[in-house]
């Protein structure tokens, strides 16, 4: 009788902690860091890096690909931006745009998203006061 309970106890918890969502899984994404003519292989790595991090925030989501194309992180920033925006105040040099594909998870509604579905093109819009400064996410979405 008290293995059958410890069994069942074992497996609520385990049921439990697997409902509770867990950190998203980036192992096994895609990392394409296209050539840039505005910043270093390590500057785009470590705007790659904090985009992961921010990434792995999301609860129960898989990560597919990242990737950063300069076309396209300019693009972004002639069509989107203004003087309320973000990155308003933000030199060329010291802004860049990553964009992800993922899946969510159950668990992922908790952060906004709607659970057991693709997202394709998700913007990571990335800021630093300098070249010599580190990387901060100041925005993420669709834009």
């Not at 906004?112 to 993420?140: H, M, Q, T």
Request: charged share 20%.
């Amino acid at each position: 009788m008290k293995k059958g309970l410890l069994s069942v106890c074992l497996l609520l918890v385990v049921v439990l902690l697997t409902a509770c969502g867990s950190a998203s899984e980036t192992k096994n994404a895609t990392i394409s860091l296209g050539p840039s003519q505005k910043f270093s292989k390590a500057e785009v790595q470590a705007a790659a890096d904090c985009a992961l991090k921010r990434f792995k925030s999301y609860r129960g989501c898989k990560l597919q690909k990242l990737w950063y194309d300069e076309k396209s992180s300019d693009s972004y920033f002639t069509s989107h931006l203004g003087p309320k925006d973000d990155l308003a105040g933000v030199s060329e040099g010291n802004a860049i745009v990553l964009y992800a594909n993922f899946s969510t998870g159950p668990s992922s509604s908790d952060d906004g998203f709607n659970p057991n579905d693709e997202y394709e093109g998700w913007s990571f819009i990335l800021a630093r006061d300098s070249a010599k400064s580190n990387w901060k996410v100041v925005s993420n979405g669709f834009g």
